[in-house]
């Protein structure tokens, strides 16, 4: 898997709680992704990073937030935990220039009650 | 708002039968069009991978078939094998130059079941 770890693995929170995920590389990757699986939705972005400190929203980012303060990790918080937000959350990574596949981590699975 | 567009959402096959899966996106920014395949409990992984220079890319059983001008693309998979039973994502990457540099976008995903 590149790499790529995902902590933690599988997480029950309540609702209106904040949860933080994250996720670590060891591939020094610039591009780091955090995405959403959700049945018949496939893939949705929620955030991504293209250097520390840099950062932008993807197509589901409300209720989201991210941070990348070095390299390797990269955080996404859910402010107040909704029960849609109820979903498998998968970190991936690109490499800078050349080589563009993106490597993902095993996934969390957020279950929100 | 979906950029990229699966279609089938499910589709059947018997065993040693062609399986095609179609992609269309929006934005004519995306310069990188890859494949991933998904097993349950797995993240994805890089099947193929295409650039919009290329009309077509063949590795093994796995084709892309890449129309620029009707910005569209598809997969095919050859002689199909119950091996090949998976969740199929299409995808696209934003280029230099474009406000989605970078931005990986994905479609919503095919499942596929090769029968015996």
């Known amino acids: 898997d590149a790499g790529i770890t995902q902590s933690p693995r599988h997480k029950v929170t309540e609702t209106g709680t904040p949860v933080t995920l994250r996720c670590h590389q060891t591939e020094n990757h610039r591009y780091m992704y955090w995405y959403r699986q959700d049945p018949g939705h496939g893939l949705r972005l929620i955030h991504y990073?293209?250097?520390?400190?840099?950062?932008d929203k993807g197509e589901v980012s409300d209720g989201y937030s991210v941070s990348r303060s070095k390299t390797e990790d990269f955080l996404l918080t859910l402010e107040s935990a909704t029960s849609s937000q109820t979903s498998v959350y998968f970190c991936?990574?690109?490499?800078?220039?050349?080589?563009?596949?993106?490597?993902f981590g095993q996934g969390t699975r957020l279950t929100v009650v | 708002q979906q950029q990229v567009k699966q279609s089938p959402q499910s589709l059947i096959v018997q065993k040693g039968g062609i399986s095609i899966i179609n992609c269309a996106y929006e934005?004519?920014?995306?310069?990188?069009f890859p494949w991933y395949q998904q097993f349950p409990g797995k993240g994805p992984a890089l099947l193929i991978a295409i650039r919009p220079d290329v009309s077509e890319k063949k590795e093994g059983r796995f084709t892309i078939s890449f129309n620029k001008s009707a910005k569209q693309f598809s997969l095919h998979i050859m002689d199909s094998q119950p091996g090949d039973s998976a969740t199929y994502f299409c995808?696209?990457?934003?280029?230099?130059?474009?406000?989605?540099?970078?931005?990986?976008?994905f479609g919503q995903g095919t499942i596929l079941t090769v029968h015996p």
């Open positions: 990073s293209y250097g520390v400190k840099d950062t």
């Open positions: 991936a990574t690109i490499s800078q220039g050349g080589n563009t596949e993106a490597f």
């Open positions: 995808a696209a990457l934003g280029g230099a130059g474009g406000t989605s540099y970078g931005k990986l976008t």
């Open positions: 934005n004519t920014a995306f310069d990188y």
